[in-house]
Structure formats: C-alpha cells, structure tokens
C-alpha cells in the first residue's frame, strides 16, 4: 500500500462545476502539499498546509490531521485548470514522498 | 527571483555516455532535492541536501548516480554510464526552513537511446 493515496486517478468534468481531489495519508507528516504539473511542464507548489485551511482565489485545499486526509477543491473549474494534481507529504527534513497524482480534464 | 534553475532543458544521449544534470537552487534556501519523473513510478526523491551537505541518498538508484553540492548555488547529479532505463525527467526543488516554502526547477527531460 503507498503511503500517499490519491482519488480519484482521473476526473473529467464540465466547465464551472466544483472539483475536489482527495489525498490520505498513512504516516506521520510535517506538512503536506498541493501541487500542480500541466503535461510537459514543470511542478507548481500551490499550497503547503500543516492544518486547517487554505484558500487561493478559486482553490481551496483543507487538511484533517487526525483523519490523516486532506481535499483540494476547485470552484467553478475552467479548461485551464485542466492539469495533474500531486499530494505529497512532507517528513522530517522536508523531503516530500508523492501521491500517483490525480489528472484532471475541464471541458469547455 | 528567478527560482530554482535546472540546465539543460532536454538531453538525449546515447546509451554508456556520462550525463551532468545542474541546478542553481533559490537564493537563502537551505535543503535542495534531487527528484525523478518517470511514467511507471511517478516522482521519487533521489538525494537530498542540507547546508550543502547529503543527508538521505538512500533513493540513488545505483553506483552509476552520483551527486555533489560543492557550494549553496550549485548542484550536480551525474549519471555514469548511462543507460536507457535512466531516461526519465529530474527535478531540482529548493525549500527553506525558515519561510517553509518549496519550489521546484522547471526538470531535465532525460532521454538516453
């Protein structure tokens, strides 16, 4: 079993619904990360929680450290959005161990 | 600032050639992370650092990688020889203690034939 789990491993949905992407955990953490990679491109850091919630402008992303799970959500999801969302946790020394990532399709 | 900066772009080299990968990690950022993409097993740490020095290279898949971090603005991950299984994109991400921020270079398509 991974540490990291992400679901779904794929999403396809209709511009201007609401998304969420669901990541547990199975060790202890320091903090965990949401990350963002469009095909071919680079690794975008969007947020880093180690409890609570977080909101950047249509991204929410909120963590249960109990429960040992955390959510991203994306309200009214545009095309644009369309990308591969990574958990990651952070242990000890900051180094992060990886979800599968969750790819996600927004059509217009 | 211009981020962690990762050279080159894209190499393709020829199966038993060595290969440098560089990063040039954020300015004040204490920890740098070696990182691999690959298809089958998604991201994997390789080595990391902190205050230049390695602390976990536990991720290296064999003797054939190596990686040096001779001062706080520059990194190395050399693979020798290579071979085709090595043929994945790595990333270079710096962190720091201090601001708890994390940012990745923008990766090293690696294609070895």
């Known amino acids: 079993k991974n540490e990291v789990e992400q679901s779904p491993q794929n999403l396809t949905a209709q511009e201007g619904e609401f998304i969420t992407i669901n990541c547990s955990y199975s060790v202890g953490i320091s903090a965990l990360h949401w990350l963002q990679q469009h095909p071919g491109g680079g690794i975008v850091s969007l947020f880093m929680l180690s409890s609570g919630k977080k909101k950047h402008g249509r991204l929410i992303a909120t963590i249960n450290i109990q429960e040992k799970h955390s959510s991203l959500h994306i309200t009214a999801s545009h095309p644009r959005d369309s990308a591969v969302y990574i958990c990651?946790?952070?242990?000890?020394?900051?180094?992060?161990?990886f979800g599968q990532g969750t790819r996600l399709t927004i059509n217009p | 600032d211009a981020g962690v900066i990762q050279s080159p772009r894209h190499e393709v080299t020829e199966m038993g050639q060595e290969v440098t990968l560089r990063c040039k990690p954020i300015s004040g950022h204490d920890y740098l992370f070696w990182y691999r993409q690959t298809m089958m097993r998604g991201l994997e740490l390789l080595i990391y650092?902190?205050?230049?020095?390695?602390?976990?290279d536990s991720g290296m898949p064999e003797d054939r990688f190596s990686a040096k971090m001779p001062n706080a603005s520059f990194s190395t991950l050399k693979i020798q020889p290579s071979e085709p299984r090595d043929s994945a994109v790595y990333f270079c991400a710096s962190s720091s203690t201090a601001s708890s921020s994390y940012t990745f270079g923008s990766g090293t398509r690696l294609t070895v034939v």
């Open positions: 650092f902190n205050n230049n020095v390695p602390i976990d």
């Open positions: 990651a946790v952070g242990q000890g020394a900051q180094k992060l161990v």
